[in-house]
């Protein structure tokens, strides 16, 4: 592992049924993540997904490309903008890339991930510490 190293780029379909089972699974049945009037209602542009699915989808370039999960030290971000999710077969297309930022002396590396829907970016800073 070397500063500069690009971790393998990840393409994710995010659709309303995989909302539905997230929820299930986080116990995070808001609304805004399977209820279109709703959503609009409180001034969104349609269905939005769960902002931890779409870090967890960050998290997975990182422990895809370690091979090993249980070396993920830490892993911050901010929410800056939604994945919207259609009501079709394809849903929303999460681009995910990285690459390695910094190595410190202790071995703990920082990976700098960049999140993406409709060529935005949708985390800010998300940030990962691996021991390298």
């Known amino acids: 592992m ?5 971790l393998p780029p990840l ?4 659709t309303r049924d995989q909302l539905v089972r ?8 808001n609304p805004i993540h399977w209820n279109q009037r709703f959503a609009t209602e409180v001034g969104l542009p349609d269905v939005i997904a769960h902002g931890m ?16 999960p249980g ?16 009501d079709d077969d394809e849903g929303a297309l999460v ?7 910094a190595i410190s002396e202790d071995g703990i590396a920082r990976l700098d991930l ?15 510490l691996v021991r390298a």
Request: hydrophobic share 45%; net charge neutral.
């Open 22 to 29: 997230y929820a299930g699974a986080s116990l995070d049945f």
């Open 114 to 128: 960049v999140v993406k829907f409709d060529g935005k970016t949708v985390l800010g800073k998300p940030q990962v």
């Open 53 to 68: 699915l779409t870090m967890a989808l960050a998290g997975r370039v990182a422990t895809d490309w370690l091979g090993d």
């Open 71 to 86: 070396r993920l030290v830490d892993f911050s971000a901010r929410f800056t903008r939604p994945v919207v999710v259609p």
């Open 2 to 6: 070397n500063v500069g190293d690009e």
């Open 11 to 14: 393409e994710v379909r995010v």
């Open 95 to 101: 681009e995910l890339s990285g690459k390695v930022g």
